[in-house]
């Protein structure tokens, strides 16, 4: 069975300084994954997809990386900024049975 | 422009008295998700449509059910909820999920409807 781990499950870091979120899963039999940000009380933003055959996706200040061998995934955030304060979840389907496994997200708060 | 719309966004319900959330959705897109979402935990999927195919989750519990009567359009029917379905419920489109599309498994989240049960 599939699991995602996202570790550290909070995060707070100042200003301007770069950052590294961690998704981690088990089973490498995946299509794709995907990073999401959700904001309080909010739905989910699609952030970066990676297919199973791309190694990083980049968007703006973000770029994530994808090793599937290893069963692991990076959110790189540059530059960081107090709107980025959410929290930041990854997701993966898996080609087994085609289902979208979630973490329970990292929760970012940068301070000012 | 929202592309994914969800209504209401806040509902209130009381204990067993039936209750449905609505999804819209304007991308035209063939597949349309229902998760659920309680505080602090992963969202879950509870089950999905790819065009009028209806795909139920195994452990999805009986008290859930769907209706989608067109592409746009999807319902989250909660029979008789209880205090622990008390969550956000959150609906998501993809164009489709072919596997060897690039763009295509990107899903768009609506902005919830967050559900209390008295």
């Known amino acids: 069975k599939q699991e995602v781990t996202q570790i550290p499950a909070a995060l707070s870091v100042p200003e301007g300084e770069n950052l590294v979120l961690n998704c981690s899963f088990t089973d490498s039999a995946i299509y794709n994954l995907q990073w999401f940000r959700q904001d309080p009380g909010k739905g989910l933003t699609s952030l970066l997809l990676?297919?199973?055959?791309?190694r990083e996706q980049t968007s703006g200040r973000l770029n994530a990386s994808l090793d599937k061998s290893s069963g692991r995934s990076t959110l790189y955030i540059a530059a960081s900024q107090p709107g980025d304060s959410a929290t930041y979840l990854c997701a993966v389907r898996t080609n087994r049975d085609d289902k979208i496994i979630f973490g329970k997200g990292t929760r970012l708060h940068i301070l000012p | 422009d929202a592309m994914v719309i969800q209504n209401p966004r806040y509902q209130v319900t009381q204990f067993g008295k039936p209750v449905t959330l609505s999804c819209s959705q304007t991308?035209?897109?063939?597949?349309m998700y229902w998760y659920q979402q309680k505080s602090s935990q992963a969202p879950k999927l509870l089950f999905h449509?790819?065009?009028?195919?209806?795909?139920n989750e195994a452990d999805t519990p009986d008290n859930f059910q769907s209706r989608r009567p067109n592409t746009s359009f999807c319902f989250l029917d909660i029979r008789s909820p209880g205090l622990g379905d008390a969550a956000m419920y959150l609906c998501?489109?993809?164009?489709?999920?072919?596997?060897?599309?690039?763009?295509?498994?990107?899903?768009?989240f609506g902005p919830g409807t967050r559900l209390t049960v008295l």
């Open positions: 990676i297919q199973s055959s791309q």
């Open positions: 998501a489109t993809s164009r489709d999920y072919s596997a060897t599309g690039a763009s295509t498994d990107t899903q768009y």
């Open positions: 449509y790819y065009d009028k195919d209806f795909n």
């Open positions: 991308l035209n897109h063939n597949v």
